[in-house]
C-alpha cells in the first residue's frame, strides 16, 4: 500500500554531490510533510531536512548550506541534494512521510563519503 523508495545513494568523495530521490505512493503526497533522516553505524537516527506542504524547509545545523530538500507533487517525489560532502554524512539516508495519523519510512539508502 504505502510505499517510500529512496534511490540515488553511493559512494562520493569529500566535496562530492550526490541527490537522493524518494519516490512516494499510497499517500496524498502534496498534502504531505516529508523528510530525510540518515542513521550512523552506532548513532541514533537523525533529522536531516524536512519540507512542509507548500515548500517550507528546515534543516539540521549540520546539513545547513550545503543540503538542498525539495518536492515535485506532479512526481510524488521528494529530493536531498547534497553538496559540499563530508566523511561524517556517511550514513543510511531514509525518507520519511509525516501524517497526521501515522509516520511513513522508506528502506534506507546508503551514502558514503570517503577518499
Known amino acids: 500500500q504505502v510505499q517510500l523508495v529512496e534511490s540515488g545513494g553511493g559512494l562520493v568523495q569529500p566535496g562530492g554531490s550526490l541527490r537522493l530521490s524518494c519516490a512516494a505512493s499510497?499517500?496524498?503526497?502534496?498534502?504531505?510533510?516529508m523528510a530525510w533522516y540518515r542513521q550512523a553505524p552506532g548513532k541514533q537516527r537523525e533529522l536531516v531536512a524536512r519540507i512542509i506542504r507548500g515548500g517550507s524547509t528546515a534543516y539540521s545545523g549540520s546539513v545547513k548550506g550545503r543540503f538542498t530538500i525539495s518536492r515535485d507533487n506532479a512526481k510524488n517525489t521528494v529530493y536531498l541534494q547534497m553538496n559540499s560532502l563530508k566523511s561524517e554524512d556517511t550514513a543510511v539516508y531514509y525518507c520519511?512521510?509525516?501524517?497526521?495519523?501515522?509516520?511513513?519510512w522508506g528502506q534506507g539508502t546508503q551514502v558514503t563519503v570517503s577518499s
Open positions: 520519511n512521510a509525516e501524517l497526521p495519523a501515522k509516520t511513513y
Open positions: 499510497g499517500i496524498i503526497f502534496s498534502s504531505s510533510s
